[in-house]
């Protein structure tokens, strides 16, 4: 704690070792952000002990076989203090070599320290250095001291035999040969092949540097009150204000974060004694210490502390771990106490993490049970028990029981089911599968493409890897933010859509210059798009209204008719039911954009896959069942997603959109007629040529003019087009002029470009992602090469023959933070993603402005 040392001048001019004082030349990008936080609290005037900080290059060096001179680092310390070296990497996260402590440590340390500490607190700290001095640095094999029992001097000497045995040395007693070959092992720890794949992972840069820093100890043992341990003055997971910690007398490091037996926490607790009962007065300058350290650091530190007969000593600092609710929690209060600004609030917050709040959570410390692991298609969790069936889910529903649906896909006729189901696992599918978008867009957790589990759903059983099986009414957790399936009921956190996440999303609202819409496709979702204050509906997929009980019969009857006579009559039963649908988003979205998709899907999908439907169908149509079955396999297409699907079916079967354009504008006249002014706006999906557009548009227009005439009133409509074919990208120059806006529908885009089945990809997505054939799954995450360079054409095409034109995405990528950087620079107006991922791109939307 010598401050002041005269050898202080000498050591400065070594370039090599550092003395961290106020003033000394320590920066994160040269000593890493430990080096940087000390100094920090040198300046704050904390009792922080004496510390020497290495620089990358320094220990870059000494990973290449150098050695600095060990005296211009010793001569920084008492003789016979004992030293502790820790690293200092620029992240925290990108981690490091473990600490090691009690360097020096020797037999006539040992006889000396038994004077001052006790003959006990020597010999276990002696041990304690032997031990992990032969494992981490000398390498030798743990196994030959992992097994000695006992802290006493048998122990010890045990050791020193084992290291000698194993070393065919002696233990070296002296403390520069102790300390050379600590930085040594650390510098090559670092320098090592697992440990640099292990902080690309965590995103940082191959060659990233380390630094050292070489701290004196304090020994938390001996007389009085001693002791270690670490404070911080908010809870990790929820972020309330709560002092918490944990303390361990008689002990050195981390070890009171160990399996807390004996640990103490830090003020009063009725669980148990805590330090405030037994040392208020190093509690009390502890809470002040940590308290001046969250004002002047700007942020919510976990401080990690020596009581050495009741003198408290800072050894460390380091921001407070934290779940992502914590992190909104704590960002917002330290900008709304004016310790940060509010841009920086939002920069501290992970937008991916936000999912976290807006769903139940698997709790971060329950124990898990993996059965197996998929593609996390929808974030959150929950428990149920298995059904096989969307039947099965609905009588679950019905009987007030949480049921988990298990398919090896699912298609429209399980929409009533996932409805009724608390989660959903598939054995196929990927990040835009059916079970996904359905599962995104209801805010059901849900996991796809799970290929190691072995479903025999016939026989109602689901294997996992480890040859559990798993039947009807058993009892599984979906965790759709990790994509793992756990037996039983793990605890789990409630969402948590609090003031602070609320105050954080109006914020960033004031940042961020793109627009965000939602997908929605009923009330619930409109509901939902509200709740998390989209800017209008972006994607109506008008096909999902006709899942529904009742309607999906009638939808049926329309794909069957055999004339457009008999066809006009079904499409009148439809009208009314789409007309309300409209009536009921244009209410619920009070006067915000509501861009409505005509009819997309392949007929064939709606027809019925099974025994019982095909029978009510027969009923309903008054046919036998063998009528219908055979008109529906005469609907087969070898690839329905490249067949009669999208605007090929506007052209061919008009009257189906003539219907739809006619929903929307009586919807549209209605829901203006008592509140506010609706425009709606009408896209054709899956356009590849221009004169696809004008023909449907030529339609529109007709019935626009023929609802006018009979309404008596006048109405403004938005015509678009969905861009989803790259021939649509690349033609946009002659679409574009015949639209009011286009809409990059980008998972169809990616399916195309890649030649890529959206629906099957899970199968093989994840070995393609681990050989690094893709970076990511680009259904995930957009391709900005290969269709982010078709987005670019269309945009800049687009946008060149019709410059008031309105751009944007509304493919599943908008809702993912690296796919909206590439949207912004692209120049869209806005993105449009599930309501569920709204306040992620908010917030990612509002980074990429600041
Ligand atoms: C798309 O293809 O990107 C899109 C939004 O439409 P869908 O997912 O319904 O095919
Ligand atoms: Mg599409």
Known sequence: MLHGNPKDAAVQNDPNVTLITATAPVATTTHGGRAKCLQRLVRLDLPVPRTVALCFDTVKAIAAGGMPDLSAILGQFDDRALLCVRPSSEDPD?????????????????????????PAAATALYLRFVQSYATHVARLDPDEFEHIDGTGPEALAAALDAYEDEADEPFPQDRGEQLAGVLRSMARAWDGTSARLLRQAKGAPAEAGLGLVVQEMIP??????????????????????????????????????????????????????????????????LRDHAALMRRQLRAEMQVEFVIANGQ?????????????????????????????????????????????????????????????????????AATGRIVFTSADAQASAARGEACVLVRRETSPEDVRGMHAAAAVLTEKGGMTSHAAVIGRGLGLPCIVGVSDLRFQTRKKQITAPDGRILREGDLVTIDGT????????????????????RTLMGWA???????????????????????????????????????????????????????????AAVLERLLPMQRADFVQLFRIMEGQPVCIRLFDPPLHEFLPTNRAGQRDLADALNLPVSDVTRRADAMVEYNPMLGMRGVRLGVTVPEIYDMQARAIFEAAIEASRDGASVV??????????????????????????????????????RLGVMVETPRAALRAAEIAPHCAFLSFGTNDLTQMTYGLSRDDAGRFMSAYVQKGVFPEDPFHVLDTDGVGELLRLGVE????????????????HGGNPESIAFCRAAGFDYVSCSPFRVPVARLAAAQLAI
């Open 220 to 285: 938390g043992v001996g007389p009085g009150e001693c002791g270690s341990g670490v404070i911080q003055l908010v809870n990790t997971v929820t972020g309330d204000k709560q002092v918490t910690g944990r303390y361990l007398r008689q002990s050195q490091g981390r070890e009171a974060l160990g399996d807390g037996s004996g640990s103490l926490y830090l003020a009063s607790d009725s669980r148990g004694t805590a330090l405030q009962d037994v040392a208020p007065e190093a509690f009390g300058a």
């Open 509 to 567: 609202d004031a940042e961020r210059d793109i627009g965000i819409r939602a997908n929605a496709d009923t009330p619930a979702d409109a509901q939902t798009a509200r709740n998390f204050d989209a800017q209008g509906i972006g994607l109506c997929r008008t096909e999902h209204m006709f899942f529904e009980t009742g309607r999906l019969t009638v939808m049926r009857e329309m794909i069957f008719a055999q004339t457009p006579a008999g066809r």
């Open 680 to 717: 709606p706006e009408i896209m054709i999906p899956l356009v590849s040529a221009r004169r696809e557009v004008e023909l449907v548009k030529a339609r529109i227009d007709a019935v626009a003019v023929a609802v006018r005439a009979e309404a008596g009133r006048d109405f403004d409509y």
């Open 312 to 380: 408290v000593h800072i050894l460390d600092g380091m921001r407070v771990p934290r779940s992502p609710r914590a992190a909104v929690k704590i960002a917002v209060r330290l900008a709304e106490e004016g310790i940060i600004p509010r841009q920086e609030a939002l920069l501290r917050v992970e937008p991916h993490g936000l999912n976290e709040l807006l769903h139940r959570q698997v709790d971060p410390e329950a124990e898990r049970d993996l059965l197996a692991t998929g593609i996390a298609a929808s974030p959150g």
């Open 94 to 118: 990108w981690g490091g070599p473990g600490a090691v402590m009690s360097i020096g440590m020797s037999d006539g340390a040992h006889a000396a320290l038994s004077d001052s500490l006790g």
């Open 797 to 812: 095409r687009g946008r060149g023959a019709h410059p008031g034109i309105t751009l944007s995405v509304c493919g599943e």
């Open 482 to 501: 990790s994509g793992q399936v756990l037996a039983g009921e793990p605890a789990m956190l409630e969402a948590a859509l609090d003031d602070s996440f």
